[in-house]
């Protein structure tokens, strides 16, 4: 359920990277599963 709403919030905010998010806001606890999925897909 976690995974599917972040595939969608990605697709919906296409104009943010992952390091984007950690400038804004590195300890972002929301962002995590995100960098971690990131990190799986690279």
Do not use: F, K
Not at 1 to 16: A, C, I, L, T, W
Not at 27 to 33: A, D, F, K, R, T
């Amino acid at each position: 359920m976690g995974r599917e709403r972040e595939m969608v919030r990605q697709q919906q905010q296409p104009s943010y990277t992952v390091e984007q998010l950690i400038a804004v806001n590195p300890y972002n606890p929301e962002i995590l599963p995100d960098l971690e999925s990131y990190v799986h897909e690279q």
